[in-house]
């Protein structure tokens, strides 16, 4: 769609709000609205906005930022009243004053490395599993059901829920594949159909905020938190991923064993050897390691496989005629990060193995949940940082990660992490009271 779109569809739908999306550096939705009465100038010149109290991006003395709205994302909010006060939004590119790309954007960062892909010819294709629970409320943990894998009713008591969320997605038109209840209580997934990395990060961003948007009307409470739930499985964002070069999978190759090309087979090398750098943006919260530990399906052994779940990257098993389905599953993202940035890193380290044709070890298809140590050493198998402490000082180093970020992302980034770091560190929780101080 375009401005002259948006303004007929404003007009034809009587929309009276616009809500002017964009995120902050750790994926955190930041909106302001507009009336349709500022729409066209918006469309020409954006809007300012005081963007230091954004996280992540400018100080007070550089301050003055510029919304772009993307007249490609104008789509009508469903959950808001409809009739004569109708609300819409765009997703916006954060420009200087200047009118140039704020380096502070997420958006931004990915849309640089999309350019980097479209450089050596290639399309990147994403299609992100989001895993989320359902609480009674945000003040606890009560669950709504004590169903399982693929449940029914009435041990699945939100199939409603997923209805509406999928009915509303769809009306945004974000297509979506499936819905099913998860492996852990109240735990569910809605799985998107595979796009364009930009237009999916825009998606998935926009599949959270309903999520929470559609249980808010149930009066129940939605979370991405990857692990609110101790002795249970936490919640993933397995990101299904290809580069397309024209409308050729360039992962494809019906002559090798795997059915893998070199191109494949070095994009998911270059997933294997920085994924220790990359760990930090791809699960981002202290949170999200207490969800990356053996035993929970969650994969800490950086290996690959085709029907091993337990290896870091998955490539599902090749039906025939679906050559352009080939695809490399990365387990470990979790659905709390900032998509914009997971994918460009994801991006960069696979067109780093392309670049410098890194070699892809052999496939691990034993369990590696069941294998000594003695076992994964003779194989090479290594682990992802046990604790964000230790990953975000792997990510600082990390020159690829630099890259991929920008400077002052990859900064604003890193200060952060460190800070929440810190904080956890010292902070007595309540299993060391409970152990500890009866005995101490």
């Not at 510029?66 to 765009?90: C, H, K, N, S, Y």
């Not at 990147?124 to 693929?150: A, C, M, R």
């Not at 509406?164 to 997934?189: C, F, N, R, W």
């Amino acid at each position: 769609m375009d401005k002259a779109g948006v303004l007929k569809a404003v007009a034809d739908n009587k929309i009276k709000f616009v809500r002017l999306w964009f995120t902050d550096v750790l994926g955190m939705l930041k909106s302001f609205a507009i009336t349709v009465e500022e729409l066209e100038e918006a469309l020409e010149g954006g809007m300012g906005f005081d963007g230091s109290s954004i996280e992540g991006f400018a100080r007070i003395e550089e301050s003055d930022m510029i919304a772009m709205p993307d007249p490609e994302t104008f789509t009508i909010l469903p959950w808001r009243p409809q009739g004569d006060a109708g609300v819409a939004r765009m997703f916006c590119d954060i420009l200087t004053p200047q009118g140039e790309h704020y380096a502070g954007d997420p958006r931004w960062v990915l849309r640089r490395n999309l350019a980097e892909a479209a450089k050596l010819g290639y399309t990147y294709y994403v299609g992100p599993e989001l895993e989320y629970f359902y609480f009674q409320n945000s003040e606890g943990t009560e669950i709504l059901d004590k169903g399982g894998y693929f449940d029914l009713t009435p041990l699945d008591v939100a199939c409603d829920l997923r209805r509406d969320t999928v009915l509303a997605l769809e009306k945004m038109g974000i297509k979506v594949e499936y819905s099913h209840h998860e492996v852990a209580p109240s735990q569910h997934e809605i799985d998107l159909r595979y796009c364009e990395a930009l237009r999916m990060a825009d998606n998935a961003m926009t599949y959270r905020l309903t999520v929470k948007e559609v249980a808010m009307m149930h009066a129940v409470y939605a979370t991405f938190m990857p692990k609110p739930l101790f002795g249970e499985n936490g919640s993933g964002m397995h990101v299904h991923q290809s580069l397309f070069a024209g409308s050729k999978n360039a992962f494809f190759d019906a002559k090798d064993k795997y059915l893998l090309s070199d191109v494949g087979k070095s994009y998911i090398a270059g997933l294997l050897r920085h994924a220790r750098e990359f760990s930090s943006v791809v699960a981002q919260w202290v949170n999200s390691y207490k969800r990356l530990v053996p035993g929970y399906e969650a994969p800490v052994y950086i290996s690959w496989a085709r029907r091993n779940r337990s290896a870091l990257v998955r490539v599902p098993m090749y039906k025939p005629g679906k050559e352009k389905a080939t695809r490399a599953e990365l387990r470990c993202p979790d659905p709390a990060c900032n998509p914009y940035l997971v994918f460009s890193v994801m991006l960069a380290a696979g067109l780093k193995g392309i670049r410098e044709k890194y070699e892809l070890p052999d496939p691990i298809e034993e369990d590696i949940f069941e294998m000594s140590d003695k076992r994964k050493a003779e194989l090479g198998i290594t682990s992802l940082p046990g604790s964000l402490g230790e990953a975000i000082e792997i990510t600082a180093k990390s020159e690829l990660v630099r890259e991929a970020l920008g400077d002052h992302v990859f900064e604003k980034f890193v200060a952060n992490k460190r800070i929440e770091w810190d904080r956890f560190r010292v902070h007595v929780s309540q299993y060391e009271l409970e152990n500890y101080l009866p005995i101490l």
